[in-house]
């Protein structure tokens, strides 16, 4: 099985930044791709960016040259730092990966952190 733990969501005013770690640990052979989507209350889960092993990336259009996606293959961790917040990024993050473990081939979930954008 594998397990995503993430952590740096919180309070901040619009404009300011945060960072998301998410790190992967269990029975892991390898992770093709880690990501992350957020979900709005009352709205459906989206994809926020996503990255490959070899390190390509997408991004939603909302947050284009405003999000970075970056991952740390030695430490099966991916981060999600994110500039310039509007309050449209008010949401629950939630990490994800593809993962081949002791298990099998996966999709994986992390358990989410709240980002909340308001002055």
């Known amino acids: 099985q594998v397990q995503l733990v993430e952590s740096g969501g919180g309070l901040v005013q619009p404009g300011g930044s945060l960072r998301l770690s998410c790190a992967a640990s269990?029975?892991?052979?390898?992770?093709?791709?880690m990501g992350w989507f957020r979900q709005a209350a009352g709205k459906q889960r989206d994809l926020v960016a996503r990255?490959?092993?070899?390190?390509?990336?997408n991004y939603a259009d909302s947050v284009k040259d405003r999000f970075t996606i970056s991952r740390d293959n030695a430490k099966n961790t991916v981060y999600l730092q994110m500039n310039s917040l509007k309050p449209e990024d008010t949401a629950v993050y939630y990490c994800?990966?593809?993962?081949?473990?002791?298990?099998?081939?996966?999709?994986?979930w992390g358990q989410g952190t709240q980002v909340t954008v308001s002055s």
């Open positions: 994800n990966a593809l993962a081949q473990s002791k298990m099998g081939f996966g999709n994986f």
């Open positions: 990255i490959t092993s070899g390190g390509n990336t």
């Open positions: 269990g029975s892991i052979f390898s992770i093709n791709v």
